[in-house]
C-alpha cells in the first residue's frame, strides 16, 4: 500500500466488491474502482463510472444481461456502443429497455482504457494515505462523518495524471507546503513566509493562487484565451467547482475545463517551485503557452495516448 492508491485484497479476489453488506453498506460506499486496462474490473457489479455500480444504475439491463460477470475489458473489447456484442440479453429488449441502453453506451462513451496501467481501489475516505484500520474505525464510531463525493469524483478524474489528481487534492484541502504551511510545522522561520513571487504578501494556497497579483493573473489569461468573460469564486473550492461547471456553457464542456483548471493550477505550482528552487522567473505568457499545451496533451490522452504532464 502506497501513494494514493491501496489494495485491500488480491485484485482476483472478490472481498471488497461483496463487504460492508451487514453495517449499511459504509465499506462499499466508500470505495471505487480505479480502471486502468479494465482486466480486474467487473463491469456490472463495481463501482467503477459514476458513483455508484451499473447493476444498480440499470436493473433492469442486468437482470436481462447475458453477461452478468464481464470485465470492463471483456466488454469494451466486445463493443459496448449501441448494438456492440458486449450487449447480449436472454430476450428481445422492449423501447424503453432500449432507451435504457443508449443512456449506457452514452455513460461509457469517453471511457478509455490504458493497456499498461492496473486496475486498482481508491479508498474515499482518504484518497492520499489510503485505507487504514484507524480510518475506518474512526468513520464507523464517529456520528456526522461525511465525505465530499462530488468533490472526490471532480478531482480523481481518470484522464489526468495521478500525480496532478495528488496535487490538486491536497491544494483543496490546504496541505501543499505553502510558506505558511511549513511555517505552521516548523519547518522554516515565521519571518520567512512571505509569497514567492515577491510581492511581499503572506504565502498561503489561496493568496499563491487566486489573489497574489503576479502568479494568479494568468487566471485573466485563461479566460481570455478560452473568450468567456466571468467573477471566479473568491475560495479555492468555490473557484474550482465555478469555473468547472460554467451554466452557460453545455455539459460536455466542462470536463475540458476541469483539465485546463488543472493545468492552470498545475503551471502556478511548478512556476512557484522555478522561483523559489531555481531562482527562474518565466512571464505570464508564457505560463498561458504552458496552460495550453499541457490541456491539448491531455486531450490527446483521451484518443489512447499515454502521455504526460510536463
Partial sequence: ??????????????????????????FEDNVRRVVGDGRDTLFWHDTWVGDTSLKLKFPRLFDLSVNKE???????????EVGGMGWEWRRRLLVWEE???????????????????????????????????????????????????????????????LKVSLF?????????????????????????????????NLETSKHLFLDCATLSSLWSLVLHWLGISSVLGGELRHHFLQFTHMASLPRFIHSHLRVIWFASVWV????????????VVSAPSILLEKVKLISFLVE???????????
Fill in 1 to 26: 500500500m502506497g501513494g494514493s492508491e491501496f489494495s485491500l485484497v488480491d485484485d482476483h479476489m472478490q472481498g471488497p466488491r461483496r463487504g460492508g453488506e451487514g453495517v449499511g453498506r459504509w
Fill in 70 to 80: 464481464s470485465t470492463v475489458e471483456e466488454m469494451t473489447r466486445l463493443g459496448w
Fill in 99 to 161: 432507451e435504457s441502453v443508449e443512456e449506457c453506451s452514452v455513460l461509457l462513451h469517453n471511457v478509455v482504457l490504458q493497456v499498461i496501467v492496473h486496475d486498482t481501489w481508491r479508498w474515499l475516505l482518504d484518497p492520499i494515505l489510503g485505507y487504514s484500520v484507524r480510518g475506518a474505525y474512526n468513520f464507523i464510531t464517529t456520528t456526522g462523518t461525511t465525505v465530499d463525493r462530488n468533490l472526490v469524483d471532480e478531482v480523481w478524474h481518470r484522464l489526468i495524471p
Fill in 168 to 200: 490538486v487534492w491536497r491544494l483543496l484541502h490546504d496541505r501543499l507546503p505553502t510558506k505558511d504551511n511549513l511555517a505552521r510545522r516548523g519547518s522554516i522561520p515565521a519571518t520567512d513566509t512571505a509569497c514567492s513571487s515577491s510581492c511581499g
Fill in 268 to 279: 502556478i505550482w511548478k512556476e512557484r517551485n522555478n522561483r523559489v528552487f531555481n531562482n
Fill in 300 to 310: 490527446v490522452k483521451t484518443s489512447g495516448f499515454q502521455l504526460q504532464l510536463l
